[in-house]
């Protein structure tokens, strides 16, 4: 199925506001053919010297068909704007849904600027297509067709010349669709390429600053918004030949019928009727096709962007819920965590983790530790399925986590993670996005018991206090136990901690400390840690090397071994000396 097909599916999500548009269209443009006809018999009653009382009824029709288009006129543009609301957030809501449902494991792959940039201009560069182009093709059919039947009575062959004559008007400007879709195809390119590096240059502005590399970047996004700005030049003028070309032919096309119309009548092959009404007529003929070719060109941009729409709309999911999920363990016992035999590699790279057999039991607390790159963080991937292992199994209780439904799943998993993201907006809107139902009292409970309540109270105004864009606003401590009050409110029976205190300061981390302490109770909880000094209480530790399972046991096994893991506490010794 075509661009062309697929959009049209979207139609069916607003048939009746495209009805209600379409019906609006055909009304004005009846309204518009009656006005044509009263002037017409106007004219044609002056030429025939007839009384004034014959004449001013088709004055007086006129008079109330121009009132009658404007107000119509306004309530269709009134209800343009709210068609367009809805199909927009109809293809915002199915691109968000998909680009959730992708996850991390695909949208790591893409710049989160292009993503923007569909979502936001490219879905906006679809309105004119669903609201203007689609509805005014059914008013160009309906009242070209009336307007032929209506002047096949006063002379058919001129009517049959104007006929053909429009149909060309329609279809010769589609001779130029391969130059406008090459071109709009290379201006979205380049507009979206270009919001990406706006935005990495925003978000980077503080590594800009210190690295005073500002000059170079302003340089760069000059060049590619200079170049930018030539291609939407190009691009306009394109468009403006087409339309120009479009004015022309109808303008053209029209004058001759009437003059075919003329010429026939003075002939004596037409009634002198048919001059005044192919006169007024053809203007009424030409109207809706201009005004659908000036809604083609508006809507070609976002035909272009659809194909990047579809293409994302259309991307399988790489994890998916299976057709029939196992049913979720009963009770109150607290979940185990294996790997048997995994294996992984990340789309287009070497295997990252080689036939990992490992066991977390219910209630323990197991740390991961091994040497950057060695596939830590790439194991609580697998555990919450943004990704799915290549080979062997990641099971929760013993079942293959690929049987189990997504949203269950995540739901028995609270995160911290290294680089802890907050949301603009308050600190309580930001604690509670782990439970939206929770009130007040239990966001603030679980800020005291991740030990956050006081710096928080210290805030302007306190739980309500804007935290600014990615918590900018907070330092490196205060965002992390942010994060562990959300763990603690969600309160799931599997904690995972990925580098939760690596880059805190010693005050911070001993808070830290305290509070993931208090949060691994009555918890089966996975410990990725770069701080071997973090994870010596641990239950279990296991030492993941190139990808493998290199050692494990508790921090004196391992130390009376003398083997990677002593070796890696013997070098960060050596590092803090």
């Known amino acids: 199925?075509?661009?062309?097909?697929?959009?049209?599916?979207?139609?069916?999500?607003?048939?009746?506001?495209?009805?209600?548009?379409t019906l609006l269209l055909l009304v004005i443009s009846a309204i518009s053919?009656?006005?044509?006809?009263?002037?017409?018999?106007?004219?044609?009653?002056?030429?025939?010297?007839?009384?004034?009382a014959q004449i001013l009824p088709c004055i007086a029709a006129v008079i109330a068909a121009i009132l009658l288009r404007s107000l119509l006129t306004r309530r269709n543009e009134t209800f343009t704007k709210t068609m367009a609301a809805r199909i927009k957030d109809t293809?915002?809501?199915?691109?968000?849904?998909?680009?959730?449902?992708?996850?991390?494991?695909?949208?790591?792959?893409?710049?989160s600027g292009k993503v923007t940039s569909l979502v936001l201009d490219g879905i906006e560069a679809l309105e004119p297509f669903f609201v203007?182009?689609?509805?005014?093709?059914?008013?160009?059919?309906?009242?070209?067709?009336?307007?032929?039947?209506?002047?096949?009575?006063?002379d058919v062959l001129s009517a049959l010349v104007l006929l053909i004559a429009m149909l060309l008007c329609i279809f010769l400007p589609m001779l130029t669709v391969p130059l406008m879709h090459r071109s709009v195809t290379d201006y979205w390119t380049e507009y979206s390429g270009l919001t990406s590096q706006y935005i990495d240059a925003i978000q980077g502005m503080t590594t800009l600053k210190t690295l005073h590399a500002e000059e170079t970047m302003g340089d760069i996004l000059y060049r590619d918004a200079t170049s930018f700005w030539h291609r939407s030049?190009?691009?306009?003028?394109?468009?403006?030949?087409?339309?120009?070309?479009m004015l022309v032919l109808t303008g053209v096309t029209a004058s001759l019928t009437v003059v075919m119309a003329a010429l026939r009548f003075?002939?004596?092959?037409?009634?002198?009727?048919?001059?005044?009404?192919?006169?007024?007529?053809?203007?009424?003929?030409?109207?809706?096709?201009?005004?659908?070719?000036?809604?083609?060109?508006?809507?070609?941009?976002?035909?272009?962007?659809?194909?990047?729409?579809?293409?994302?709309?259309?991307?399988?999911?790489?994890?998916?819920?299976?057709?029939?999920?196992a049913p979720a363990s009963a009770g109150e016992a607290l979940p185990s965590i294996g790997f048997r035999d995994a294996c992984f590699a990340y789309p287009g790279r070497e295997e990252v983790l080689h036939n990992v057999t490992l066991s977390v039991p219910a209630g323990s607390t197991t740390a991961i530790v091994g040497h950057s790159g060695s596939g830590k963080s790439t194991l609580l991937n697998l555990i919450l399925r943004f990704y799915d292992v290549s080979a062997g199994q990641v099971t929760i209780d013993g079942r293959d986590v690929r049987d189990c439904e997504l949203t269950w799943l995540r739901r028995q998993i609270a995160v911290v993670f290294q680089d802890t993201y907050l949301f603009y907006g308050?600190?309580?809107?930001?604690?509670?996005?782990?439970?939206?139902?929770?009130?007040?009292?239990?966001?603030?409970?679980?800020?005291?018991?991740?030990?956050?309540?006081?710096?928080?109270?210290?805030?302007?105004?306190?739980?309500?206090?804007?935290?600014?864009?990615?918590g900018v606003t907070l330092s490196g401590g205060e965002r992390q136990r942010i994060a562990i009050a959300r763990a603690i409110l969600k309160n799931a029976p599997i904690l995972l901690l990925d580098e939760a205190t690596s880059s805190v300061d010693a005050q911070s981390e001993a808070l830290i400390q305290q509070s993931l302490a208090r949060l691994t109770q009555q918890r089966t909880t996975v410990i990725v840690a770069h701080r071997l000094s973090t994870v010596r209480s641990a239950d279990n530790i296991i030492v993941i090397e190139d990808g493998r399972v290199a050692e494990q046991g508790t921090h004196e096994a391992l130390l009376a071994r003398d083997g990677v893991y002593r070796a890696l506490i013997r070098a960060q010794e050596e590092v803090s000396r």
Not at 5 to 20: D, N, P, T, W
């Open 33 to 52: 053919i009656f006005q044509a006809i009263m002037m017409s018999r106007a004219v044609n009653l002056v030429w025939s010297r007839s009384a004034l």
């Open 1 to 21: 199925m075509g661009v062309y097909g697929k959009l049209f599916r979207y139609v069916s999500a607003i048939r009746r506001e495209v009805a209600l548009k």
């Open 266 to 325: 003075r002939a004596g092959l037409a009634p002198a009727a048919s001059v005044t009404a192919f006169l007024f007529l053809t203007v009424e003929c030409a109207r809706p096709m201009l005004e659908l070719n000036r809604h083609w060109h508006a809507s070609f941009l976002g035909i272009s962007v659809a194909k990047e729409l579809f293409d994302l709309i259309e991307t399988v999911p790489p994890v998916q819920d299976p057709a029939e999920p």
């Open 132 to 154: 203007s182009f689609i509805p005014q093709i059914f008013t160009v059919l309906v009242s070209g067709i009336f307007i032929f039947v209506y002047l096949a009575a006063f």
């Open 233 to 245: 030049i190009r691009n306009t003028g394109i468009s403006l030949a087409g339309s120009g070309f």
């Open 91 to 111: 293809l915002r809501l199915a691109v968000l849904d998909k680009v959730y449902r992708l996850g991390p494991g695909h949208m790591n792959e893409k710049r």
């Open 426 to 470: 308050t600190i309580a809107e930001n604690i509670r996005m782990a439970a939206p139902e929770a009130s007040d009292e239990e966001v603030m409970a679980a800020a005291r018991a991740a030990h956050a309540h006081e710096f928080i109270q210290r805030m302007p105004q306190g739980y309500d206090t804007v935290v600014g864009e990615r």
